[in-house]
Nanobody, 125 residues
């Protein structure tokens, strides 16, 4: 079975940086879209950024476009999210997601079939 595991979350001051990682296993993922979503308390899970495993094309939410960078390590089956200039509104549980159906709309959470357990990111004001 496919498994996704996030890591790298923690507490950081506003303006600081964090690097999240998502390691996946179970099969190859050459035809998948991979993405990061986040969910703050009392709010719905929202799209952050996505990347095509093959080719590496990316798509960012406007709120993070100039501050976050997604990348992939093909050899290690790992996706990274480098977050800089963090703001208090970035505080959330960050989830890694992947799947083939998401290729048609990489911003839609309903199209991702595989999810990690989430990692907490807290930005102090």
């Amino acid at each position: 079975q496919v498994q996704l595991v996030e890591s790298g979350g923690g507490l950081v001051q506003a303006g600081g940086s964090l690097r999240l990682s998502c390691a996946f296993s179970g099969r190859t993922f050459s035809s998948w879209a991979m993405a990061w979503f986040r969910q703050a308390p009392g709010k719905e899970r929202e799209f952050v950024v996505a990347i095509m495993w093959a080719g590496g094309s990316t798509e960012y939410a406007d709120s993070v476009k100039d501050r976050f960078t997604i990348s992939r390590d093909i050899a290690k089956n790992t996706v990274h999210l480098q977050m800089t200039s963090l703001k208090s509104e970035d505080t959330a549980i960050y989830y890694c997601a992947g799947g083939r159906r998401a290729v048609v709309d990489r911003t839609s959470r309903s199209r991702y079939d595989y999810w990690g357990q989430g990692t907490q990111v807290t930005v102090s004001a």
